[in-house]
């Protein structure tokens, strides 16, 4: 098991930037994929970006390429999201999200350990 907190959500305006960081317990972090994903009140928890064990290879969703990008840094037992170009559509709770070694899956069903989230609100 791993204990996620995420820091870094705020308000900011359209075309701004944030950047989210899920900071991790535990000794075995480096072998966790890692996810971020997010929610509004009336949506399911969706995919934003994903992360291998390795850091070597990432994923993010369409909606979002080009604008964050995520990474970690085992050493500090921390992954990072950072977005840029902030959308209105973009307001959520981000939520961090870890998965013992193996693919990074788009689910978060696939997903055993969360973190509290972080309120994300991009304003016009």
């Known amino acids: 098991q791993v204990q996620l907190v995420e820091s870094g959500g705020g308000l900011v305006q359209a075309g701004g930037s944030l950047r989210l960081s899920c900071a991790a317990s535990?000794?075995?972090?480096?072998?966790?994929?890692m996810a971020w994903f997010r929610q509004d009140p009336e949506k399911e928890r969706s995919f934003v970006a994903g992360i291998s064990w390795t850091g070597a290879t990432t994923y993010s969703t369409d909606s979002v390429k080009g604008r964050f990008t995520i990474s970690r840094d085992n050493g500090k037992n921390t992954v990072y999201l950072q977005m840029n170009s902030l959308k209105t559509e973009d307001t959520a709770v981000y939520y961090c999200?870890?998965?013992?070694?193996?693919?990074?899956?788009?689910?978060?069903?696939?997903?055993?350990?969360w973190g509290q989230g972080t309120q994300v609100t991009v304003s016009s």
């Open positions: 999200a870890a998965r013992a070694i193996g693919p990074v899956p788009k689910r978060a069903d696939d997903y055993a350990n």
């Open positions: 535990g000794r075995t972090f480096s072998t966790y994929s």
